[in-house]
């Protein structure tokens, strides 16, 4: 059980897109544990409640949510940000976890199908949600935009030219943002922040269960990687702020 109420993150507001996979899970009752209010959405309504569900249990009946959001459709995303802001009174961060993986043996299969779902999922969700968010965001004196990346951006194979453009294109779009908080905080630096952490592949208790001989080395497990996220509230904004954090060996 957190500590919640005198938890480190007490009294913050934190929303989570693709809150209902395993590494929403995680995050959710890991934010609420510190004493968060979390907001999370998932495209999946189902796979949303029983997340949401899952961590209030966990985590003792804080307060964890859930909404239903397009986050494909910009004016959706901007009404949730504003629905959140304005029940809560502030947004003190989002947390980008909408993934989807499509990929080929060789570079000269790529199927540029793959491309135009990738695009969707990996991309335009970080810029309605960046979009959306930045303003409340920058309002807050502890605002966060954490987005989750691949290695794979920096060095991508042959077989996955459409993932890691995709997540190239959303470490692009967030560094942006980044820059928008480094200028709005002028001389005395930025009071929030946008940045990324870098995992090779997230691993979680269900895939070891299935392959319980596999190494899934460089792997993240979706616990760890909770964490590293609600530590990006501990550190300075100046310090993350337009930063990649690496958890697992640079390529």
Known sequence: MGNGANGPLSGAVIAVAGAGGPAGRATLLRLAEAGATVVGADNDPQRLSEAVDAARYASGGASVTGDTVDLLNLQSTRDWAAHIEKDFGRVDGLVHLVGGWRGSET?????????????????????????????????????????????????????????????????????????????????????????????????????????????????????????????????????????????????
């Open 107 to 251: 570079f000269t299969k790529t199927s540029l199908d793959d491309w135009d779902f990738l695009e969707l999922l990996l991309v335009k969700t970080v810029q309605h949600t960046s979009l959306a968010f930045h303003e409340a965001l920058q309002r807050s004196e502890r605002g966060r935009y954490v987005l989750i990346s691949a290695s794979g951006a920096s060095k991508p194979t042959a077989g996955n030219a459409a993932y890691s453009a995709a997540k190239a294109a959303a470490e692009a779009w967030t560094l942006a943002m980044a820059d928008f908080f480094r200028k709005a905080g002028g001389a005395e630096g930025p009071t929030s922040a946008a940045t990324i952490l870098v995992v090779k592949a997230l691993v979680h208790d269900a895939m070891r269960a299935e392959r319980p001989n596999a190494k899934f080395a460089g792997f993240t497990d979706v616990k760890d990687l909770a964490e590293a996220i609600e530590s990006v509230w501990s550190k300075p904004a100046a310090e993350v702020n337009g930063n990649r954090l690496w958890l697992t060996e640079k390529p």
